[in-house]
């Protein structure tokens, strides 16, 4: 959701700047934001708008997820490379893998990339573990399928992805069930609870590609500080540097 409004500043401070503000991503921004003049991601937002109840306010985060991704599916084609594995914790109605897909595949070069690569969505497609301590108490995922997307209706939602791969199943235990992929290239973490994020981490980083993309999505929230907190302990321990906290409250590490 974003506002125009015209702040007052002290003489020499950008007097009479335009603001944009994400109120409810937690940004007011003055730069430019890139993904309001990339006519790629407006086609793809206006269309996610039609897919999905939700508001997609949070167009800052979703805009840098895809724009990352797209960098790597660059790379990728640059090098010659005819696949790529992303793996995604916490995927919710998918408004993160959409924008993923549908941004890269707005670029007609990367087109054949994306239809070998691979997906690979672990998610109790339940909300969360009701015996796991979470950060917050969010309404929507505590009782039942984030916002009543359930595993049927993700399926449906990305019926033409032919290498869709879903792991079903309470994070941290779905992990021994299902052990993490070797290769991956993007990373996207997105739980909203410490105690998965922070195991599905410690599971994964191992397996991520030099060069590859790691994105966690509530990392620098205020009301997600013990994410902050589970996630730095971790990179201490294995001596990874701490995410960098991006303004839009995502962290991010380039391995
Ligand atoms: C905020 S949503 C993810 C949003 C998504 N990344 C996107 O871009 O739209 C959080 C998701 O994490 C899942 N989740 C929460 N705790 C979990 C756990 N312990 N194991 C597996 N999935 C969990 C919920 O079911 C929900 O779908």
């Known amino acids: 959701m974003q506002r125009v409004v015209t702040l007052k500043f002290p003489v020499g401070v950008m007097a009479g700047s335009k603001s944009i503000s994400y109120i409810r991503d937690g940004l007011i921004a003055f730069n430019t934001f890139g993904g309001m003049l990339d006519h790629l ?8 708008k039609l897919e999905f109840a939700h508001s997609l306010y949070h167009e800052w985060r979703l805009y840098t997820s895809c724009t990352l991704f797209n960098m790597l599916c660059l790379r990728k084609v640059r090098d010659k490379s005819n696949a790529l594995t992303y793996v995604e914790f916490g995927a919710g109605e998918g408004h993160t893998l959409w924008f993923c897909l549908n941004y890269a595949n707005s670029f007609p070069n990367h087109r054949a990339l994306i239809d070998n690569s691979k997906f690979i969505i672990y998610d109790s497609f339940k909300g969360i573990d009701p015996s796991l301590p979470s950060d917050i108490v969010l309404a929507d995922t505590k009782k039942g399928p984030y916002l009543g997307c359930n595993i049927d209706r ?3 939602r990305f019926n033409g992805v032919r290498n869709l791969i879903l792991r079903e199943g309470y994070l941290p235990g779905s992990l021994d069930v299902h052990p993490q992929v070797k290769g ?6 997105d739980t909203n609870s410490e105690i998965a994020d922070a195991a599905a981490m410690r599971q994964s980083i191992e397996n991520v590609n030099s060069g590859g993309i790691v994105l966690i999505d509530d990392y620098g929230f205020p009301q997600f500080r013990s994410t902050f907190d589970a996630i730095n302990k971790l990179c ?13 409250g995502q962290g991010l590490l380039l391995i």
């Open 236 to 248: 201490d321990e294995i001596c990874l540097p701490r995410p960098c906290t991006l303004p839009t």
């Open 184 to 189: 991956v290239d993007f990373l996207h973490i």
């Open 41 to 48: 991601f407006q086609v793809v937002l206006k269309e996610a």
């Open 154 to 156: 993700f399926k449906e």
